[in-house]
């Protein structure tokens, strides 16, 4: 049973940048940052496999949000630049024992509690 510990979430005005970090108690697949704000569905914003040469990004944050991890320290992170009010949400952050990207919440067999990110206008 791995474990996942998220930090970095916090208050920053809008245009401001994050740098969310979740901490793996072991090794992993694919490794990715959700997001859900009240009254929505979870989405995948980022994900990388476990040898760092697939990445996804979902469109909304294409070209702003960049993930990263150190296998060594079994850990991810997300940076978040030029933020958005509307992306005011609890981050997840979740590991998937298999190798292969998925999108979807339920392939994902780990999860965080979550850090909130609150953009202000």
């Known amino acids: 049973q791995v474990q996942l510990v998220e930090s970095g979430g916090g208050l920053v005005q809008a245009g401001g940048s994050l740098r969310l970090s979740c901490a793996a108690s072991?090794?992993?697949?694919?490794m990715g940052w959700f997001r859900q704000a009240p009254g929505k569905d979870r989405e995948l914003v980022a994900a990388m496999g476990g040898s760092a040469t697939r990445t996804y990004y979902s469109d909304s944050v294409k070209g702003r949000f960049a993930i990263s991890r150190d296998n060594a320290k079994n850990t991810v992170f997300l940076q978040m630049n030029s933020l958005k009010p509307e992306e005011t949400a609890l981050y997840y952050c979740?590991?998937?024992?298999?190798?292969?990207?998925?999108?979807?919440?339920?392939?994902?067999?780990?999860w965080g509690r979550g850090t909130q990110v609150t953009v202000s206008s």
């Open positions: 072991g090794r992993t697949g694919f």
């Open positions: 979740a590991a998937r024992d298999g190798p292969n990207l998925r999108t979807d919440t339920y392939a994902y067999d780990y």
